[in-house]
């Protein structure tokens, strides 16, 4: 079992950073790929970025791509996303995810276990 809380999101304007955290409990945060998901109001959830248990690969959604980093430290059992250039339409609850001796994947219903989101809101 892992629970999952996310936290640094905030309203920030367009072109500016921000830095989401993840932080899991349990013993066994090395052994699961990590995901990040987003749902913007009326959209579904989509993929983010993830990360494998081990850090040696990393995906991105092409809208992301260039301007967002994943990054695990598994010492700390936290898991971050570092957000560059945001724009408005990065608006969005921010979820991260455990998948379980997964390699990180784009398909949400792949994932065990979700926190209860953080939201990011980015100004024009």
């Known amino acids: 079992q892992v629970q999952l809380v996310e936290s640094g999101g905030r309203l920030v304007q367009a072109g500016g950073s921000l830095r989401l955290s993840c932080a899991a409990s349990g013993r066994t945060f090395s052994t699961y790929a990590m995901g990040w998901f987003r749902q913007a109001p009326g959209q579904e959830r989509e993929f983010v970025s993830a990360?494998?248990?081990?850090?040696?690969?990393?995906y991105y959604a092409d809208s992301v791509k260039g301007r967002f980093t994943i990054s695990r430290d598994n010492a700390k059992n936290t898991v971050y996303l570092q957000m560059n250039s945001l724009k408005p339409e990065d608006t969005a609850v921010y979820y991260c995810?455990?998948?379980?001796w997964g390699v990180g994947t784009q398909n949400r219903f792949e994932y065990d276990y979700w926190g209860q989101g953080t939201q990011v809101t980015v100004s024009s």
């Open positions: 995810a455990a998948q379980e």
């Open positions: 990360i494998a248990w081990n850090g040696g690969s990393t």
